[in-house]
């Protein structure tokens, strides 16, 4: 199951992300906002990451304005590897190298066409499992 959730910024998108996570038969859980008055978006990026961490959730989706502030605040999460990408290649990547569990978007930055190539190839990439990768994510977690 994926745990999505969005501020204000974000809640367009990630509507559209919920219609296309449906379409393909992707089990999907949203934990806010869930309307477009202003919101803290820390408060969205904690409340997937903290699902995520726990394993309610195998991976989580997050979008505000940039991306940038929602992603930040998932990654205080312990264990969250939170990455933001606008581009399909760095979704592909983030699975393949560091196993990233929480994919974060920018609603202003990207379109919703875009957004949706990259939700595909962040959740359908699996992790490499490779000895030098998984070296580097324990690096990660100090």
Do not use: W
């Amino acid at each position: 199951m994926i745990a999505i959730g969005s501020d204000h910024a974000g809640i367009s998108l990630k509507q559209e992300i919920m219609k296309f996570l449906k379409k393909i038969d992707v089990e999907y859980k949203d934990f806010g906002t869930y309307n477009d008055e202003s919101v803290d978006y820390p408060i969205y990026g904690k409340k997937v990451a903290d699902v995520v961490q726990k394993g309610e959730c195998e991976k989580g989706i997050i979008i505000c304005g940039t991306g940038i502030g929602i992603s930040i605040a998932a990654n205080k999460v312990k264990g969250i590897r939170a990455a933001l990408c606008h581009d399909v290649f760095s979704a592909k990547m983030t699975r393949l190298h560091n196993d990233a569990n929480v994919l974060a978007l920018g609603s202003r930055v990207i379109g919703s066409g875009l957004a949706l190539e990259i939700v595909n190839a962040f959740i359908c990439t699996e992790f490499s499992d490779e000895e030098r990768h998984l070296n580097r994510i324990k690096m990660l977690e100090g």
